[in-house]
């Protein structure tokens, strides 16, 4: 189902029923999709967000209590404008939110939500939330006082952990250097994957729009391949017949026809071809998936896509790079 709904692939019936919460299906899981649909879809969101706002208060503490709830599902409560008297208490304890997100809550809440923080006995331990209550604006005389009469917390380890997040160390299984061409980390699978989801539910009327167009490059990138591959053969071939032709007698005739010399093809031209013709048979909806996930040499290429959603898409892509982005402006 959810990934039926990230592909805008359920009928409009359907995503109003699911916008309702009226699938049958657990209610963390329908819980889960809605947030979903709240985030990311511009149609049904508004009916999601309504959905969720009026979830039965039983089921939606049991979820936000479960260490194990989606954290797009916590995040998703724990946001101001859909916070909820009865969950906020639950969410504060629950091990899977982040204390970095509550102490950015504590500094710009105001209100019932201070009292439910001050009164948290997770936050009672956390130096990290107490000093960012403490530097509050919105907090009144009782509440200033209270947190100043808050016992000292020693520093959290799991904001720490948070903050930095270093990376787990494993003795026995040496970890192999990264490449010297990496310039810096990809995004992650998770995070290109929500970014093609956003793109494909933004863009849904344009890509219908664009149809089945194939893959018709603006600056003729084939010839320039082609150009570029047979001037290397040529010099090449000039080269070996210039270094191995033999020295003939005069009387000497030859007896068989000239053997023309070896084709030569350079291995980045023959990996640039063989990548061309992945993208000729995609069609518009896998290429901007392409777009998206692809490496850095198909982005070079679906960026000068005619089609021009698709290299939209590669621009949009969490992968791309500072210096990629600077080469495509240059060639425009």
């Given at each position: 189902m959810?990934?039926?709904?990230r592909a ?9 029923s ?5 699938l049958?299906?657990?209610a963390?899981e ?12 511009k ?5 999601a967000r309504?959905?969720l706002a ?5 089921s939606?503490?049991t979820i936000?209590?479960d260490?194990?709830?989606p ?12 916070l ?9 304890e629950?091990e899977?939110v ?7 809550l ?9 009292d439910a923080?001050?009164?948290s ?18 907090l ?5 006082a209270?947190v100043r009469e808050l ?11 948070e903050t930095?997040a270093?990376?787990?160390t ?6 192999l ?6 310039s810096?980390?990809?995004a ?5 994957e929500s970014a093609?989801?956003?793109?494909f539910?933004e863009h ?5 729009a ?7 490059p ?9 150009h570029e ?15 191995s032709?033999?020295?003939l007698?005069?009387s000497?005739?030859p007896?068989?026809k000239?053997i023309a010399p070896?084709r ?5 031209d023959e990996?640039r071809g063989?990548v ?9 909806k896998?290429?901007i998936?392409l777009?998206?996930k692809g490496s850095?040499?198909e982005r070079?290429?679906?960026v000068?896509?005619?089609t021009?959603?698709?290299?939209m898409?590669?621009l949009?892509?969490?992968?791309i790079?500072?210096?990629e982005?600077e080469?495509?402006?240059s060639q425009?």
């Amino acid at each position: 189902m959810f990934d039926l709904i990230r592909a805008n692939a359920l009928s409009s019936h359907q995503m109003m029923s699911a916008s309702k919460g009226a699938l049958r299906l657990p209610a963390a899981e329908m819980v889960e999709i809605l947030v979903l649909i709240a985030e990311h879809n511009k149609i049904f969101g508004a009916n999601a967000r309504f959905t969720l706002a009026a979830w039965d208060e039983a089921s939606a503490k049991t979820i936000v209590a479960d260490p194990s709830t989606p954290k797009e599902v916590l995040e998703y409560w724990l946001d101001p404008k859909n916070l909820r008297a009865p969950l906020f208490s639950l969410l504060l304890e629950n091990e899977s939110v982040l204390l970095t997100k509550i102490a950015e809550l504590a500094a710009t809440l105001k209100g019932e939500w201070i009292d439910a923080m001050i009164a948290s006995p997770r936050i009672r331990k956390s130096r990290q939330v107490q000093n960012d209550l403490s530097s509050n604006k919105d907090l009144t005389g009782v509440q200033a006082a209270r947190v100043r009469e808050l016992p000292p917390a020693v520093a959290d380890l799991a904001v720490l952990l948070e903050t930095h997040a270093p990376e787990p160390t494993a003795p026995s299984e040496p970890q192999l250097p990264r490449p010297v061409a990496e310039s810096a980390p990809e995004a992650s699978d998770s995070e290109t994957e929500s970014a093609l989801v956003a793109f494909f539910m933004e863009h849904a009327a344009e890509i219908a729009a664009e149809g089945e167009k194939p893959f018709q490059p603006i600056g003729g990138i084939h010839e320039e391949f082609h150009h570029e591959a047979e001037a290397e053969i040529k010099v090449a071939a000039a080269s070996a017949s210039a270094s191995s032709a033999p020295v003939l007698m005069p009387s000497a005739a030859p007896d068989h026809k000239p053997i023309a010399p070896r084709r030569l093809v350079n291995p980045e031209d023959e990996k640039r071809g063989s990548v061309l013709q992945k993208i000729n048979k995609l069609d518009i909806k896998g290429r901007i998936n392409l777009a998206m996930k692809g490496s850095k040499e198909e982005r070079s290429i679906l960026v000068r896509d005619g089609t021009k959603i698709v290299a939209m898409a590669v621009l949009d892509s969490p992968k791309i790079s500072d210096g990629e982005v600077e080469k495509f402006a240059s060639q425009r």
